[in-house]
């Protein structure tokens, strides 16, 4: 593969109308989301909650490549196929996380710092093998008066940038994720200044390390007030100092941005992609999604665990997809929420026409 493969695996994942379905929670997390709706989680129970995702029918028109987690990729769905290749057939490219979680810095204890360098190159071998074609790393960034320090900005910034020069090199497209997290009372203004600082330290690495942006894609959070913070921002805030921050640090040569939803709740993160995608100016990169609750909420929701709701879990999981979509490309529209839909029904591009 060369660093021309690379960039065409990028810019299918950010093909016009799609974006990624991150599937990709540990056993721990999927656990924690599983109870909450007194869900069993067991290697049978996971197996057939993704499953029920990757073959949602209709949902490949919108979804370029799902993420999974190392048990997943090693599953076969319940015709025996491997589900890597479940997803390959749909044409949805597989790609899987490969750090092993956010551990307490060192000298930090309130921060963390994202590990999995250690034996990377071979696991990254033995994915591509297993039909991989891109990667994710996250690194965890904590807001608050005092917080991040230098020294967890920088050091999750050389880790990221170290996970995605491997990759490469190994043949797979690196999702770059630093993730700002939403928690706390911070104001977004506050927001974009720690998320520029951050992606000002990601790309410096990415430079340093040798890293070719035309074969990455950047997956950062939105800008947004804090969780807790008495004046939450409007859509169009949001969409703007967003924008404005990508602007001021994202070059131009990456050829997509994929966002996370970061507990944002799951119209709220379509309704704000959608208002970044209609902005005017410059936007010299695709600015999609690389969404993991606000796409599987409502079909997680729906399924509850129960096998007689599994087309209704796959018809949640295609109304978020194609929600996102069409916001992906500035079509979103509230009423899109009331309609009834189906895999079958075209009538959905239609009003995707030129407005
Ligand atoms: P959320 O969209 O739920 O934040 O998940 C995206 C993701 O992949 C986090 O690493």
Known sequence: MTSHDLESVALTLVAEGKGILAADETIPTLTRRFDTLGVQSTEQSRRTYREMLFTSPGAAEF???????????????????????????????????VDTGAKPLAGSPNETVT????????RLREYHA???????????????????????????????????????????????????????????ERC????????????????????????????????????????????EEVATATLRCLRRHVPAAVPGVVFLSGGQNARVATAHLNAINRLPGPKPWKLSFSYGRALQDP?????????????????????????????????????MELESVSADDASHRREWSDD
């Open 299 to 335: 079909a997680l929701e729906a399924w509850h665990g129960r096998d007689e709701n599994l087309a209704a879990g796959q018809n949640a999981l295609y109304r978020r997809a194609r929600s996102n979509g069409a916001a992906s490309i500035g079509k979103y529209t509230d009423e």
């Open 192 to 235: 974009e200044g720690v998320t520029g600082t951050v992606l000002h330290a990601v790309f410096n690495a990415l430079f340093e390390q040798g890293v070719a942006l035309e074969g990455m894609l950047l997956k950062p959070n939105m800008v947004l007030a804090g969780k807790e913070c008495a004046r939450q921002a409007s859509v």
């Open 115 to 122: 590990e999995g360098l250690d034996g990377l190159r071979d």
């Open 63 to 97: 979804i370029s490549g799902a993420i999974m987690y190392d048990e997943t990729i090693r599953q076969k769905s319940s015709d025996g196929t491997p589900l890597a290749e479940a997803l390959a057939v749909q044409g949805i490219l597989p790609g899987i996380k």
């Open 130 to 188: 297993m039909g991989a074609r891109f990667a994710k790393w996250r690194a965890v960034i904590h807001l608050t008066d005092a917080l991040p320090s230098s020294a967890c900005v920088n050091a999750n910034a050389h880790a990221l940038a170290r996970y995605a020069s491997l990759c490469q090199e190994q043949e797979l497209v690196p999702i770059v994720e630093p993730e700002v997290l939403m928690d706390g009372s911070h104001t977004i």
